[in-house]
C-alpha cells in the first residue's frame, strides 16, 4: 500500500490529486492522510472530493473516507478500462484541476475515455485557465505522444460556475520522454481573449488590445483570437491566455481572469506582463507548466529534462512525491540563472 502523509511539502490539493492518479495508475492501494493540512480549510473540498470519485471512476476503485471535509482517504483501485464517464462539481471549482487529476490515468487506459466535466469553473482563481489548459499543457503533451481533446460547451466563472467541458483521451501506450535544453528564438506569440455575455462592454477586444500594446511596447507582436461567448447566460465573465512558441517547440503560457470591478485593460496586462516574465527569463516551460509535467516526466522512459525560472512549492511537492512513489530520481540544479529539472533514467 502507498502510505502518504498530505501535510509533507506544499500540504496542498496537488498531493492528493498525484497520489491518486498514480495509485490508479499502478494498481496499487492508497492510504493518504492529513489531506490539505496546510490550507485554510483543509481536507476535501467540493472540488477534490468531484476528482477523487471520477477517478474511481474510471478505475472502479473501492473508497472510504470520500467525504466532504474529510481529511484521510482510503482509495482501492483497479484496472482502468476507458469509456464514456460523467462528473459535476456543483460549485465553482476548477473543472482544470480536476482533469489535472484523472488526464494521467485516462493516458493509461486500455480504451479511448471521454469524460464530460459539468458545473464548474473553467475559469477561476488559483487555477490554470481552461485554454491554457488546451493551448499550452495539453500542446506539449503531444509532443510526449498524449493525444486528448478538449472542448468548451459552457465557460464558468466565479461565483456560480455552471461551466461544462468534454475531454477525449487516447490511449498511450508508452510517454516519450521530453527534452527542452533550448529556448532558442521566439516564432510566434498567440492567445486568446473569451468574455461571456460582456460583448457589449467589448470585454474580450479590450483585454486583447491591452494585451498587444503592452508586448508591442516590448519588440513583440501578438496574434489574439477574440471570442464573445454566450454559452453561460447565469455567470458573466472573462478570461484571456497567451502563450509564446519558440523554434525549438518550447512553449511558454500566461493566463489572466476577469473580476467584479478589475478593469479589462488590467486583465490584458497582467497576462502580458507574466508571459514577458518568462520570455525575460528564455527557460523552455513556464512557472505552471513545469510542476504539471512532473508526472508525465516521471512516467516516461528515460530521461527528460527542462528548464524553469523558479522552484515552486507545487514542483517541489510534485518531485518529491513522483520520486517516493515510482522510484524516480530528479536532478535539479541551476544554469545560466535557471532551474534545470532533469528525470533521471
Known sequence: MIE??????????????????????????????NIRQNRPQPGLRPQHLEAVLTAAKLCNAELEGAR??????????????????QAEIGTAGSIPMLLMT????????????????????????????????RYVFLSTLKRMGLNAALTVHRYGYYPK????????????????????????????????????????????????KAASGYLRERGYTADIQIVNDQSNPLQKGSSLVL??????GAILGADA????????????????????AEISAKPTVDVHLADMLIPYVALAKGSSVY??????????????????????????????GLYKIEKVG
Not at 461544462?164 to 486568446?192: M, R, S, W, Y
Not at 473580476?259 to 506582463?273: I, Q, Y
Not at 517541489?316 to 535539479?332: D, G, I, S, T
Request: charged share 25%; net charge positive.
Open 4 to 33: 502518504i502523509d498530505g501535510s509533507q511539502k506544499s500540504g496542498s490539493g496537488t498531493i492528493l490529486r498525484l497520489s491518486v492518479a498514480l495509485a490508479a495508475i499502478l494498481e496499487r492501494r492508497l492510504h493518504i492522510y
Open 68 to 85: 466532504l471535509n474529510s481529511r484521510e482517504l482510503w482509495f482501492r483501485p483497479k484496472e482502468v478500462k476507458g469509456g464514456k464517464f
Open 102 to 133: 484523472v488526464l494521467p490515468i485516462c493516458a493509461f487506459a486500455k480504451d479511448t475515455v471521454h469524460l464530460r466535466v459539468s458545473k464548474g469553473g473553467t475559469d477561476v482563481s488559483h487555477s490554470p485557465t481552461i485554454n491554457y489548459m
Open 161 to 208: 460556475g455552471m461551466g461544462e467541458v468534454t475531454i477525449t483521451v487516447e490511449p498511450c501506450k508508452f510517454l516519450q520522454p521530453l527534452g527542452l535544453e533550448n529556448f532558442d528564438k521566439i516564432k510566434a506569440i498567440k492567445g486568446v481573449s473569451v468574455c461571456t455575455f460582456l460583448a457589449e462592454r467589448k470585454v474580450a477586444e479590450r483585454q486583447a
Open 243 to 248: 502563450w509564446a512558441e519558440t523554434d525549438t
Open 257 to 276: 481572469i476577469g473580476e467584479l470591478r478589475k478593469a479589462s485593460e488590467t486583465v490584458g496586462e497582467e497576462a502580458a506582463e507574466k508571459l514577458c
Open 307 to 336: 528548464l524553469t525560472r523558479t522552484i515552486s512549492d507545487h514542483l517541489e511537492a510534485n518531485m518529491w512525491l513522483a520520486e517516493k512513489v515510482l522510484n524516480v530520481r530528479f536532478n535539479v540544479e541551476k544554469v545560466d
